[in-house]
């Protein structure tokens, strides 16, 4: 990828930050913690409000304050600066890999905000029904920055597989 591109690719964790905080602010104005706001398709899709102290499925919401900070704040704060760097450096990715790194980048942001700025937590909304797979009546609440690190780091990683 030229510099150019490079420098292109950065719209879309731009474009991730502003959707995802635009959702969440939107949430957080209409919908009362802890509730639903809106069902679809019967209980299939609901976007509720709920916040998320912790990572993925909630992990480590009860740690201590001081502990998640520096797990959930400031390790993925580096993380986030060292992917940005490395992408940057090195000219071994291809543009779809650029790409999908950069939307990673943005999802990753966009619940850093939040948990730099929201005491209370990340703001999860979407909330799917999953009928009992893997005992899940309904699959862990997120938000739009979680679905495009886990879309964008999914397409990722298929993509160095198939490089290899």
């Not at 993925?56 to 704060?77: C, E, M, N, Y």
């Not at 940057?88 to 291809?94: D, I, L």
Request: glycine share 10%.
């Amino acid at each position: 990828m030229t510099k150019k591109q490079k420098l292109l690719s950065l719209t879309l964790p731009l474009g991730v930050i502003i959707l995802d905080q635009i959702t969440k602010i939107l949430i957080v104005a209409k919908i009362p913690m802890w509730t639903v706001g809106k069902s679809f398709f019967g209980d299939f899709l609901r976007i509720v409000h709920v916040r998320n102290l912790g990572i993925a499925f909630s992990l480590g919401d009860g740690f201590p304050d001081h502990i998640r900070s520096a797990v959930f704040k400031i390790l993925p704060l580096i993380a986030l600066v060292v992917i940005l760097i490395y992408y940057f450096k090195s000219n071994e990715f291809t543009p779809f890999q650029g790409w999908n790194l950069a939307g990673i980048v943005g999802g990753g942001f966009g619940n850093l905000i939040d948990r730099f700025f929201r005491p209370d937590g990340v703001v999860d909304f979407i909330d799917v029904k999953f009928y009992g797979l893997f005992g899940l009546e309904r699959w862990p609440t997120f938000n739009v920055a979680d679905a495009t690190v886990v879309v964008c780091g999914t397409l990722f990683a298929i993509s160095l597989l198939k490089k290899r």
